[in-house]
């Protein structure tokens, strides 16, 4: 499955302050162990609220309200994609995070093709089997 | 923490950790079914402790140094034993105990290479080598492996055991390989990592969705290899061939289950980031400048088809070339069906059609409806559809599958009708 990290705002990272090199380390040693186990996928860090913007729709219309919004902890500063077997796996990986004292991460799992069940019949096994070694520009 | 809690909290850290505490111990007592007992252990003492304690706050580390604990403590056992038996001397005592201390803390990426190697060695079954992969490399259990193979758990269970045994039988050393073995080795692996994806890939259907997760545990044991093997082209080209294959798992059936032929697909439905990934490991592949392999041919196929926006956008010129490629450095008669569509898409039915004809006594593709079904294909495009129908009709009687045969039958029969129209 994938989760969805997100490391959330703080005063710091929206004042657009940058890591120490310590921090910048550690947080390297951190991506490189999720890269090893074959569990990052994605990620990124993002800048301040204050370079971003919002697109709000009302009575179907767009209006931009430029950044940077106030409710620093709701705001996300950084984003990773991750492969993983199961929920539990993503949360432990979480809390072996770098990152100072106080900070907060929000795991979400994306959904997968088993959350629209339905659709996936037992007889598409037998119908996949034939179909594996098929022709080049068959191949499904 | 309820002790639920703990329990999946101790499953889940064992996931993560078994492949590094059974390499590490692999490296100390040289047996790998050894070291898995002797992970075992480390696992039944987090299972008693940690529902006391608590969760240690590194419970990997916690795992490594009981297990290497208890290694140490078998080996001083058996030397002791040894000793007795004045096989081995004071010389030993004072050698290996330093090695002993050092052994978790050294790079466990070597390690987690010769456990890769000595499970997909070649002198055990595939199957085995399937079993013991996923179980030491993978993480699953047992129970978990049976179902998604749909055997019976008893049936893996056996096959693990056998498998270590043939292990030890044949002394087969916790070693890399090197020299000319090295190639043959890696193959192994490679091999035995692309069968588990492909058991995963030919079934998207499942009661309990393990299947399908195969593929993802084979893209991550295939990840953490090029991880492990940065200057093998063949590794990363055999991720890129599954990253891409994988963008297509949401694209490959319709809502109503039917599968979708490739070129058929809704293009918008293939993972973009998976097939970004995919291409990014074919780049690194290819920039090792290493001679072509079957992997990276594949890979480049598969990218070619990635790349096109839109089916007709194929360049079906390059899928050509590359599959003559293949075919000489894999040569099978599906590989050379392969082509002949390739051609026929690039260049037209006439000269794939002369390949398609020159497979006609091959034996290996007697009861293969996909030859006739090819040929039909040819002949339609090429107007002749009298033998276009023959074809179709013979290629439904060699499938077993029914919605197939209807296809095919509704392609002979919409051949006849051109007949007696023209």
Redesign the interface.
């Known amino acids: ?1 994938r989760v969805m990290v997100f490391m959330k705002a703080n005063a710091d990272s929206e004042q657009g302050v940058m890591p120490t090199e310590e921090e910048l380390t550690s947080m390297m040693a951190y991506n490189e162990e999720l ?5 990052m ?2 990620g990124d860090g993002l800048q301040p609220s204050s370079k971003g913007a919002r697109v709000r729709f009302s009575g179907g219309k767009p209006s931009v309200v430029d950044g940077p919004f106030t409710e620093t902890k709701e705001l996300v500063a950084g984003y990773w ?1 991750w ?1 993983v ?2 929920f ?2 993503a ?3 979480a809390k072996r995070c770098p990152g100072g004292d106080d900070f907060e991460l929000e795991l979400r799992p994306l959904f997968e ?2 959350d629209f069940g339905e ?22 | 923490m309820a002790t639920s809690d703990i329990h ?2 101790i ?3 064992w ?2 950790e078994s492949a590094r505490v059974i390499a590490g111990l692999g490296r100390m007592v040289h047996d790998i079914g050894l070291a898995e007992d002797l992970a075992q252990d480390a696992l039944v003492a987090a299972l008693e402790q940690w529902p006391e304690s608590g969760v240690p706050d590194k ?1 990997g580390a916690w795992l490594m140094a009981i297990a290497k604990r208890r290694a140490i403590d078998h080996l001083r056992r058996q030397q002791r034993l040894e000793r007795k038996q004045e096989l081995l001397g004071h010389d030993l005592q004072t050698r290996t105990e330093p090695d002993l201390e050092d052994a978790f803390d050294d790079d466990i ?1 070597d390690d987690l290479l010769r456990l890769i190697f000595t499970a997909c060695h070649p002198v055990l079954s595939t199957e085995a080598r399937v079993a013991l992969t996923l179980r030491t490399l993978g ?1 699953l259990k047992t129970d978990e492996i049976a179902r998604a193979f749909l055997v019976p758990e008893s049936t893996i269970a056996q096959r693990i055991v056998r498998a270590k045994r043939t292990l030890t039988k044949n002394d087969v050393r916790f070693e890399l390989p090197v020299g000319d073995d090295r190639i043959e080795r890696l193959s192994s692996v490679l091999e035995v990592i692309y069968l588990v994806f ?1 058991e995963g ?7 309990d ?1 393990l ?3 195969l593929c ?2 084979a ?6 290899l090029a ?1 492990l093997m940065p200057n093998e082209a063949e590794v990363h080209a055999l991720v890129a061939l599954m990253e891409i294959q994988a963008s ?3 694209a ?12 058929d ?1 809704d293009r918008t439905r293939w993972d973009r ?1 998976l097939i970004n ?1 995919g291409l990014a490991a074919l780049d690194r592949a290819q920039a090792l400048g290493q001679p072509a392999g079957p992997y990276l041919l594949q890979a480049a ?1 598969a990218a070619c ?1 990635a790349r096109a926006r839109t089916a007709e956008e ?1 360049d079906w010129a390059r ?1 050509a070339a590359l ?1 003559t490629a293949l075919s000489q450095v894999t040569p099978s008669p ?1 590989v050379e ?3 002949a ?2 051609v026929g ?1 690039a260049y037209g039915p006439a000269p794939a059609l002369e390949l398609v004809d020159a497979l006609g006594s091959e034996p290996a593709l007697k009861n293969y409806h ?1 030859l006739p079904s ?1 040929r039909g294909d040819l002949l339609v495009k090429l107007q002749r559809h009298d033998e276009a129908r023959a074809e179709f009709e013979h290629a439904a009687s060699l ?3 029914s ?2 045969r209807d296809l095919l039958l509704a392609r002979a029969a919409s051949c006849a009708k051109h007949t007696s129209s023209a």
């Open positions: 499955m890269v090893k186990a074959g569990v996928l994605d994609l492969q077997k199961s539990d796996e949360l432990e990986w093709p088993a659709a996936y019949t037992p007889e598409i096994q037998a119908q996949e089997e034939r179909l594996r070694a098929q022709s080049a520009g068959r191949q499904p | 999946r909290t499953d889940t850290v996931r993560m419970p990426g993480g492909n890939y030919s079934a998207t259907a499942g009661d969705w299947r399908p997760a993802e545990d893209l991550r044991l295939g990840r953490i991880e297509r798992t949401r490959r059936t319709s809502a109503s289950g039917e599968p979708i032929l490739l070129l697909q980031l990934r196929i088809h194929t899928i599959y599906v069906l392969n082509r569509v390739a898409m996909l090819v499938t077993r599958n919605r197939e």
